[in-house]
């Protein structure tokens, strides 16, 4: 299969969050800033009090699932959402994220943290440090994986996943005022695929320090991927 296969939606960030794929274009929210200090290409700069980036649920497949993201962490005491899809309030439970944290996504550190449909916790004791990093879920029939830089940081099995509905965000958690948890740092090209991305392919993108990018015939010097 090829990685244009089951591809939804591409955001790129040079200097907008439109989608360049599908038609699913985001709305960006107190002006988080799109500038040229990361990579070759612009990226987007979120801070963790205000800023962040929202469109219509780009997907609400609970199987064969892919978001890859390049994310730069600023320093090692953080606790914020890189991805959030799903309900964006508190309840009902039917959404997952991927963040940096500490022993939850309410302590502030330096490991990567996911959630899923709003009650299960998983802190993989996996340190992400700081600079530029890849981080990665998918979802197959039975499980749920997590990537830091192409390795496998954890894995979860899971049966009748909820539903997601309403809404995918970057840079933020939910709307409820003691969840927001904004995230403090920059992301750059964002992907979601309705497949499972295999370890291969995610270390194709990883290992593409010249940037392979869509159609990912060749080598275009892009930023960013974000899969699920």
Not at 136 to 156: G, K, L, Q
Request: aromatic residues 18%.
């Amino acid at each position: 299969m090829a990685l244009t296969d089951g591809l939804v939606s591409r955001y790129k960030l040079d200097s907008n969050s439109n989608d360049s794929v599908g038609s699913n274009n985001w709305t960006d929210f107190n002006l988080p800033s799109y500038s040229n200090v990361w990579k070759i290409w612009n990226c987007v700069t979120y801070n963790w009090s205000i800023q962040y980036t929202q469109t219509p649920l780009i997907t609400n497949a609970t199987t064969n699932i892919s978001i890859s993201a390049w994310v730069y962490i600023s320093w090692t005491s953080l606790a914020g959402c890189f991805v959030h899809n799903g309900n964006i309030s508190w309840t009902p439970d039917d959404w997952y994220s991927i963040w940096v944290g500490w022993t939850t996504f309410d302590n502030t550190g330096n490991n990567l943290i996911a959630l899923c449909n709003g009650v299960a916790w998983m802190n993989f004791n996996k340190v992400i440090w700081t600079w530029r990093h890849h981080v990665a879920i998918t979802r197959d029939w039975t499980t749920r994986r997590w990537y830091v830089d192409s390795v496998v940081s954890a894995t979860t099995f899971t049966s009748n996943p909820n539903i997601p509905t309403v809404s995918t965000i970057f840079g933020r958690n939910t709307t409820a005022s003691w969840n927001m948890h904004f995230f403090n740092g920059r992301e750059d090209l964002i992907w979601v695929w309705n497949k499972t991305l295999t370890l291969t392919e995610i270390q194709s993108l990883y290992n593409s320090w010249n940037w392979l990018d869509y159609p990912f015939t060749t080598n275009n010097w892009a930023g960013f991927l974000m899969m699920m």
